[in-house]
């Protein structure tokens, strides 16, 4: 596999592979070799287009992604999280049944 770190290696996540491992009662190894030669396994290098295939790397060096700018923040939700962004979100407009408890103030008041 090399030796320099990727991330995914396989068109597969790891955990499913130890899964059918156990299900076909053979260990990690023994299955991980068998179906890299059958090709039920790929390398996520023979695929680089694939949904599954890019490069899961994020290197920030003397940098805060989120809190340096706005778009740090929205890359942050959309694509490491996953998450709606919230770039072209709706307006929810007013909530009519439900209405805000009034509370006094209780400090004092200069």
């Given at each position: 596999m090399g030796w320099l770190p990727s991330a995914p290696q396989l068109n597969l996540n790891p955990l499913s592979v130890k899964a059918s491992a156990d299900k076909a009662g053979l260990s990690a190894a023994d299955y991980t070799v068998q179906a890299l030669k059958?090709?039920?396994i790929r390398f996520a290098c023979e695929q680089p287009d694939s949904g599954h295939n890019h490069?899961?790397?994020l290197f920030v060096w003397r940098s805060n992604?989120?809190?340096s700018?706005?778009?740090g923040h929205e890359y942050m939700l959309k694509y490491l999280l996953g998450t709606d962004s919230g770039i072209q979100g709706e307006a929810l407009g007013s909530s009519e049944g439900i209405?805000?408890?009034e509370?006094?103030?209780a400090v004092r008041r200069d």
């Open positions: 059958s090709g039920a490069p899961r790397n992604l989120l809190g700018s706005g778009k209405k805000p408890e509370v006094e103030m």
